[in-house]
């Protein structure tokens, strides 16, 4: 079998059988390598531009000290998966009264939603206590808390 046929096999099939715990540790040991490896680099560019979103459709949310996830540049600068920002601004000129972000990680697209759509009240959900933590610091340093609901998902029923 060919690698790329044994990732479109396993990788679903992985992800059905492995324990949250698991995923989750290996999500942060990914995570981790990638931000040592951009430590330097990273930590030039904090130094010189801060923490604050500076492009994009969630330009303008601050990034507090205790929140620093392994792509933190790339959202800051405002190109992290630029080629959701049209539905991003869709969402955001449409005013809608609830939007409901599951897997919200440390909160970048929750967190930004609530700054950028005042008018919208954000639940945000995830499976990682450490996640939900996060996305709690980034909801306060941005005074949007008030309208950021943040939650435990859990795709098993219990």
């Known amino acids: 079998m060919r690698s790329g046929n044994l ?11 492995l324990p949250d715990a698991v995923k989750r540790r290996h999500e942060r040991l990914v995570v ?23 492009r994009g459709p969630l330009q303008g949310l601050r990034y507090p000290e205790s ?9 800051l600068v405002g190109s992290y998966e630029a080629e959701l920002h049209p539905v991003f601004e869709s969402w955001i000129d449409a005013g809608f009264e609830h939007v409901i972000d599951v897997g919200s990680a440390e909160g970048y697209y929750a967190a ?21 933590e996060s996305c709690e610091a980034l909801a306060r340093a941005n005074g949007i808390d ?13």
């Open 7 to 17: 990732e479109r096999c396993g990788a679903k099939s992985a992800a059905a059988v």
């Open 32 to 54: 981790g390598r990638r931000s040592r490896a951009n430590a330097k680099s990273t930590a030039a560019y904090l130094a010189k531009r801060g923490r604050d979103v500076r």
């Open 67 to 75: 929140v620093e996830p392994g792509d933190i540049v790339a959202k």
């Open 112 to 132: 930004g939603l609530a700054h950028a759509a005042p008018s919208s009240t954000v639940h945000a959900f995830d499976i990682d206590p450490v996640a939900r």
């Open 146 to 158: 008030p309208r950021l609901n943040i939650g435990e998902f859990s795709p098993r029923a219990r």
